[in-house]
């Protein structure tokens, strides 16, 4: 039952991914200064590396999300989608920010990822409590 949880948690975070950058997708293309195709995407997004290396690492954050949740007794909705959050915000985000900080993106781009982060970690711990 384990490992169904961590990839379901993984792959709502990832489904939630694709909702988020996709209504935030011209504020993120121009606060990443991403490079972009001449319709106007990120020239990468044909590449399958993006989405595998983004659903190894959400594989790898449900893991061990799960191993902390098991070991805190972290086992119902509420304390999941709360601590899940709170790895987003707390943990995730300000890692971000000090990324972004030191490559001189803006503090929006910070806002983007950093609301995925906390929003996407916040529903993997649902995924994970309720599995």
Known sequence: MGI??????AAVT???????????SDAWKSSSQVPLDAEG?????????P???CAIALILVAGMMRHSFATAGIDTF????????GVGLFFVTPWIA???GYSM??????LINGGY???GCALMGAALTVL
Do not use: C, E
């Not at 169904?4 to 948690?9: N, R």
């Open 98 to 100: 000090l990324f972004h």
């Open 14 to 24: 990832f489904a939630f991914g694709a909702f988020w950058y996709g209504v935030f």
């Open 51 to 53: 989405y595998v290396t």
């Open 105 to 110: 993106h803006s503090h929006r781009l910070t």
């Open 41 to 49: 995407n990120p020239q990468n997004m044909r590449s399958p590396v």
């Open 117 to 119: 982060a906390t929003i």
């Open 4 to 9: 169904l949880a961590i990839v379901v948690g």
């Open 78 to 85: 509420g304390k999941g989608i709360i601590s899940g959050a």
